[in-house]
T-cell receptor, first 113, second 114 residues
Framework: AQSVAQPEDQVNVAEGNPLTVKCTYS??????LFWYVQYPNRGLQFLLK??????LVKGSYGFEAEFNKSQTSFHLKKPSALVSDSALYFC???????????FGTGTRLTVIP | KAGVTQTPRYLIKTRGQQVTLSCSPI?????VSWYQQTPGQGLQFLFE???????NKGNFPGRFSGRQFSNSRSEMNVSTLELGDSALYLC?????????????FGPGTRLTVL
């Protein structure tokens, strides 16, 4: 079975400060991990993915994520937060032997001006 | 290149009715997946289609069905609507079913069941 957990429902950060949105995963095989962002009344936008290779993955809009196998984590990071980064962030893991995604419960990020 | 399009964007139905939602994937994408998003259950996988065949199905009752056409467009149908079916239904496309391919999501269809 596979699942992801996002332990924080809400993260607040001041504009210009670094941000981290946490995600831990549980899979029975190789982890294929994704981050998506959702703005109000919109679908999900792909940010980045980890399939294999370097543990630090760079994605869209200045976001990056660090894959940590020993801690089974895939935290999303950005060095300097923008007010426009305020949105709902979802971590997801691909199903074992399947193409579908299992999503976390989401973390609402608020960047305070 | 145009993104994933979903029609209609908003729907209001009453209990017992049925509804059909449509999804057009990104040009060249042949895999289409459907997800349901609700405040209580979050994002849940409904089903996935590739080459007009259902490859995978989530844990939803048989009232939820779908299909894919030869041009990769997909439809999902919900029969005998219940209040709990009120949700945002998201369609996602990818080039083909592969662990290497990310899914691109449409804006969703917001279904309200009264």
């Amino acid at each position: 079975a596979q699942s992801v957990a996002q332990p924080e429902d809400q993260v607040n950060v001041a504009e210009g400060n670094p941000l981290t949105v946490k995600c831990t995963y549980s899979v029975s095989g190789n982890p294929y991990l994704f981050w998506y962002v959702q703005y109000p009344n919109r679908g999900l936008q792909f940010l980045l993915k980890y399939i294999t290779g370097d543990n630090l993955v760079k994605g869209s809009y200045g976001f990056e994520a660090e894959f940590n196998k020993s801690q089974t984590s895939f935290h999303l990071k950005k060095p300097s937060a923008l007010v426009s980064d305020s949105a709902l962030y979802f971590c997801a893991v691909r199903g074992t032997g399947a193409n579908n995604l299992f999503f976390g419960t989401g973390t609402r990020l608020t960047v305070i001006p | 290149k145009a993104g994933v399009t979903q029609t209609p964007r908003y729907l209001i139905k009453t209990r017992g009715q049925q509804v059909t939602l449509s999804c057009s994937p990104i040009s060249g994408h042949r895999s289409v997946s459907w997800y349901q998003q609700t405040p209580g259950q979050g994002l849940q996988f409904l089903f996935e289609y590739f080459s007009e065949t259902q490859r995978n199905k989530g844990n939803f009752p048989g009232r939820f069905s779908g299909r894919q056409f030869s041009n990769s467009r997909s439809e999902m149908n919900v029969s005998t609507l219940e209040l709990g079916d009120s949700a945002l239904y998201l369609c996602a496309s990818s080039l083909e079913p592969s662990v290497y391919n990310e899914q691109f999501f449409g804006p969703g269809t917001r279904l309200t069941v009264l």
